[in-house]
């Protein structure tokens, strides 16, 4: 399985949004792929605004099913929305992740385009969480949330939803 390492990264005052339609959407990056591993230490998200259909998060949008992903001493002082699941403070969703001395201080708001009208749409509508909106194995350690966590179902202050919907909005 490959591994990505970032280490001590920032971005700040940008504005990062995926097109219509998108997905895996994040501040330092967008989707841990199938299969692959990721390690991001040390990096903060500044006064951003971040956006997506589904699955944005501060730091890291989404990982794919049978992927990990390590977050530690992160921090996300961004606004962070999706349109209909899975956001997150740190991370928007994951199947298998560490989480260590993570912070999140900007608001989350997931799930704001859902109604009743669109449920048939088959969009998932749930995890919105400070540190991760959705995950599958978690771990989370000495992480804690400062923003405003806004959604429709699976809304949390750590963590929306242990119901992973994975790196794409058909999974």
């Known amino acids: 399985r490959q591994l990505t390492y970032i280490d001590n990264c920032s971005i700040s005052n940008s504005s990062i949004a995926g097109a219509r339609d998108s997905y895996a959407v994040g501040g330092i990056l967008g989707i841990v792929d199938y299969q692959s591993r990721a390690h991001i230490q040390q990096c903060r998200s ?7 259909h589904s699955q944005a998060g501060g730091l890291v949008g989404a990982g794919a099913r049978t992927s990990s992903l390590i977050t530690q001493s992160c921090e996300n002082t961004s606004d962070v ?15 298998t992740l560490l989480a260590g001395s993570c912070i999140n201080r900007g608001a989350v708001t997931g799930a704001y385009k859902f109604t009743s009208q669109n ?3 088959g969009l998932g509508n749930t995890g919105c969480g400070g540190i991760a909106g959705g995950t599958g194995v978690s771990y989370f350690v000495g992480c804690y949330n400062e923003g405003v966590v806004t959604g429709r179902s699976g809304v949390g202050g750590v963590v929306g939803s242990a119901r992973f919907t994975g790196g794409d909005p058909n999974d």
């Open 81 to 95: 929305t999706s349109e209909y699941n899975s956001c997150g403070g740190i991370v928007g969703a994951c199947d």
């Open 119 to 121: 449920a048939e749409l």
């Open 46 to 52: 500044i006064s951003n605004t971040i956006s997506a």
